[in-house]
């Protein structure tokens, strides 16, 4: 499990950093992503370039940002990470938040793999 753990740091470093290519790197050709808030799936992408895209654009939305992984918990084919997550936004956003505004949320992402690819991420908030 530590080569999944290592491919997940790698990720979460290249997200802190906003490096699109760097998140990537492991990710599947039809890497499918889900981001869960509230219970609701609120975003839902299949391919990695529609990935790569959303995540470019959401590069624009903070000033900086950063994933803290608290825990590993792995299962057979996925691996799920609890996450502490800091952010300051760069922009307003249409529900009321103020660019400059902190944001301080826990979550959870689950990793899907298929060998030592990434074939589904899903961000549960």
């Known amino acids: 499990m530590t080569n999944r753990e290592e491919i997940i740091r790698n990720y979460i470093d290249g997200y ?3 490096d699109v290519d760097r998140m990537v790197h492991d990710f599947d050709e039809a890497i499918v ?3 869960i808030s509230n219970g609701e799936t609120n975003l839902s992408l299949t391919g990695l370039q529609a990935f790569k ?3 470019e654009q959401a590069k624009n939305y903070f000033s900086s940002r ?3 992984i608290t825990s590993f918990n792995h299962q057979e084919n996925q691996t799920e990470i609890e996450i502490a997550y800091s952010a300051t936004l760069a922009t307003d956003l249409s529900n009321g938040l103020k660019k400059g505004e ?3 949320l826990q979550g959870k992402s689950i990793f899907t793999f298929s060998g030592d690819k990434i074939i589904k991420l899903t961000d549960i908030s």
Do not use: H, I, M, V
């Open 16 to 18: 802190n950093q906003f």
């Open 33 to 35: 992503f889900e981001n």
């Open 53 to 55: 895209e959303q995540a």
């Open 66 to 68: 950063r994933q803290t």
């Open 102 to 104: 902190e944001l301080n």
